[in-house]
């Protein structure tokens, strides 16, 4: 339990959340005290307001980021408050605001933030209208508390600078030995390997989102602070543990013909499926002492494990003799070899962590680090392309405006107490997609009545006021917290928050809660409604653009791969950016196809295939990996005609797959006859063997082994065929069953 409770406390949710309690509670204390609670709650309320849009990022992007938050939020409050008494004109500025507001969601993840508080900040300013001088105060108060909450952040920032990035790199290394678990299990002979890939395809999803953070935070300050020792050993770190990621999809073997092949020598299998999970330990490990000085160092360094699988190679070659077991002494022994390269990223990791490192080099991994960061840039083009019914952000800006409007009228028309609390669940439980809002309304609801309920309770029992204030700052607190950890939960703190918070303000609290309960079962019902009736996004139309972008990640990363094969020499930056980029397309994708699982059994119909795309993409990418990895690996000769056909035909596979995705025409000479491409594997195969017989230079042992390495190769670009043939069927299939 105290193990649980220090976990939490010492996540990135808790301490985001900690940030905006104390810029929320300090002026309110400070200026209740002097008497003026109500400019102190305003100054609270622009502190709260602000918080969203403090995402990972470059302490200038920080800075100015939180500014223009702050100016938007008390703007748009003092806009209403300004146009409200003018009925004719307030509606259609309402409207044009609300959409405008929502629109800004087009520039990127700190604008959907930023356009998240201006909604709030509209929704809540209906609670307390003002006129004249005093509307201009009110809205300088909320600017102010934005402000208060940038210094706030700014005093966390230079307390503990590195505190946020070792709190994401200790989750980065934690969801990377889960990965590493996830691989381990597949060498299980029952084993369900669909469902263990989507799982992999989810902690990717979620590796995705960090990776993205930490690129922002530590390549993004390297001019400010890539100097310091600590900036340069997380950074080290980072880059090992997406290179970890990248080693652990080079070991990708048809497991079916593997246990086929070992059936008679499982323990083999279980012996390198051991060091695959003390991999994984050990990285677990390590994730929970990234922040202490004495980091966590596995004494025997694997070496048990590693001198367990030696024998167990050693006890099968012997077992079988030296020609019958050579195909399987050589895939187990690329095992080996994988594993002794992960211990060897995970030492670095120790060395990194433990060590001063004052001097050390990155070896030139940083440099160009910047092409890594999404530029940041807001030409007025971008909105005026996406005003358009083809655009999703412009289809849930126009269903989010016509839904807080018609909340606003049934509030104004109908007996509701407070008609903003019904536009402020509308904006917190209202999403783009269909599942997400039904998921949202469903745990805002729960959350609202349990929360009501126990805080009934608890002021029931309990009238002293220094009492119940310290229950709303701690329930503040955790509800805050657990926004993106468990959304059920964070409504039912946020819930007693506000509970208490009446409790103090008011003696009548049961009229307070039934009221809450009735306005937000009235804001969850109308944005329910909506997401289902006013031009739904349903996930079948996005999802076809997310399989494209996915296959033309891939394809840029074969494509990178054969350059540099074809080149030799040092590994471009551009490969690394192919890679990165086919990384996130595969979590995208996945992440679409869990939201097609949310919704309605009748918009399912393509999710078969889609299902088939996802696992045929990962499969793909892995095998791209595992083809990238022995290149850097080995030294190769020059890339042979048959090799480049090869490639060619897999590139020729995936284009004519994008093109069909985009109703583009195919040129039918372009495609490449199946013979031709089997001829051209035979022939690939001749030639390395020829000339590995000829080389002189080589003992009988090594010639075998590198013979059948290089079937080993072939059989992956044989694998890669394979599987870009049956990614250009599938999506023939998913355009036939879903046309438009």
Not at 51 to 56: A, C, L, T, V
Not at 96 to 125: D, E, K, N, P, W
Not at 221 to 226: I, P
Not at 699 to 715: L, P, W
Request: aromatic share 12%; charged share 20%; hydrophobic share 45%.
């Amino acid at each position: 339990m105290i193990d649980k409770i220090s976990k939490f406390t010492n996540s990135t949710s808790f301490f985001n959340a900690s940030k905006v309690t104390i810029a929320s509670v300090v002026p309110v204390l400070v200026l209740n005290f002097l008497g003026h609670f109500e400019i102190g709650f305003t100054i609270a309320l622009g502190a709260f307001y602000t918080y969203p849009s403090d995402i990972p990022s470059s302490l200038s992007h920080k800075i100015k980021g939180l500014i223009a938050a702050s100016f938007i939020v008390s703007g748009v409050n003092l806009l209403v408050n300004l146009v409200y008494p003018y009925p004719f004109l307030f509606y259609i500025f309402l409207g044009f605001l609300l959409f405008l507001c929502s629109m800004i969601s087009v520039y990127g993840q700190r604008a959907t933030l930023i356009s998240f508080s201006a909604l709030l900040s509209i929704s809540l300013s209906f609670g307390h209208l003002h006129e004249g001088w005093e509307a201009f105060q009110y809205s300088g108060f909320i600017f102010i508390g934005g402000i208060l909450y940038l210094i706030v952040s700014l005093v966390f920032h230079f307390v503990q600078p590195y505190k946020y990035v070792e709190l994401q790199i200790a989750e980065g290394i934690k969801l990377t030995a889960k990965y590493l678990k996830l691989r381990g299990d597949l060498w299980s002979p029952e084993a369900k390997r669909t469902s263990i890939i989507e799982k992999q395809l989810a902690v990717q999803v979620e590796l995705n989102l960090i990776h993205e953070d930490l690129r922002k935070l530590l390549i993004g300050n390297q001019n400010a602070s890539g100097i310091t020792s600590q900036n340069r050993k997380m950074l080290l770190v980072f880059i090992t543990l997406v290179e970890i990621q990248e080693l652990a999809l080079y070991t990708s073997f048809d497991h079916s013909k593997l246990h086929e092949k070992f059936a008679k020598h499982p323990d083999v299998l279980r012996t390198y499926q051991n060091v695959a999970y003390k991999l994984a330990s050990t990285l677990k490990k390590l994730s929970k002492n990234v922040s202490h000085i004495s980091v966590y160092v596995d004494k025997q360094d694997l070496k048990n494990e590693l001198d367990a699988l030696e024998f167990a190679i050693f006890d099968y070659e012997k077992t079988l003799g030296k020609e019958e077991a050579a195909e399987g002494v050589l895939m187990l022994t690329n095992m080996l070899k994988y594993a002794k390269n992960q211990v060897g990223k995970i030492k670095t990791i120790q060395r990194a962590l433990s060590l001063a490192m004052q001097s050390y080099k990155l070896k030139d991994k940083d440099k160009e680090l910047e092409k890594f960061l999404t530029p940041q840039y807001y030409p007025l083009r971008t909105l005026i392309e996406n005003l358009s019914y083809h655009s999703s952000i412009f289809r849930h800006s126009i269903r989010l405006t016509i839904t807080i409007l018609i909340g606003f009228f049934l509030g104004q028309v109908l007996p509701f107490q407070n008609v903003y609390w019904i536009l402020l669940t509308i904006v917190v439980i209202m999403r783009p997609g269909y599942g997400l809002t039904k998921e949202r309304s469903y745990n805002r609801m729960f959350g609202t009545v349990l929360g009501g309920v126990l805080a009934f309770g608890i002021v029931s029992v309990i009238q002293n006021h220094v009492a119940l204030s310290i229950f709303s700052i701690i329930c503040m607190l955790l509800g805050i917290s657990f926004t993106q950890i468990n959304y059920k939960i964070s409504a039912t703190f946020v819930t007693m928050y506000v509970v208490f918070i009446y409790g103090i303000l008011t003696p009548d609290i049961n009229e307070v809660i039934q009221y809450r309960i009735l306005d937000s079962l009235a804001g969850a019902i109308l944005a329910f409604i909506a997401n289902q009736f006013l031009w739904p996004a349903w996930e079948f139309i996005n999802t076809p653009i997310h399989i494209e972008n996915s296959i033309r990640a891939n394809r840029n990363y074969l494509k990178e791969i054969a350059d540099f094969y074809n080149k030799k020499g040092d590994v471009p930056t551009s490969y690394r950016l192919a890679r990165k980029n086919a990384f996130v397309e595969i979590g995208n994708l996945m992440t679409s196809f869990q939201r097609m699982m949310q919704e309605p059994k009748s918009k399912q119909k393509t999710m078969p295939l889609v299902n088939k795309l996802v696992v045929l993409n990962h499969s793909l990418l892995s095998a791209l990996a595992s083809l990238s990895t022995y290149i850097q690996s080995h030294q190769t000769t020059s890339a042979s005609d048959s090799f480049n056909y090869i490639i060619k035909t897999i590139l020729a596979n995936l284009d004519h797959s994008i093109s069909i995705l985009r109703n583009e025409v195919i040129i039918k000479d372009t495609f490449f006859e199946k013979e031709d491409v089997t001829l051209q594997f035979e022939e690939l195969k001749r030639k390395h063997f020829t000339r590995l017989a000829e080389d002189d230079d080589l003992d009988k042992e090594t010639r075998q082994a590198k013979m059948q390495e290089a079937q080993m190769v072939i059989e992956q670009l044989i694998w890669m065929s394979n599987l870009a043939e049956k990614i250009l069927k599938n999506t023939t299939d998913l355009k036939a069953t879903n046309p438009d």
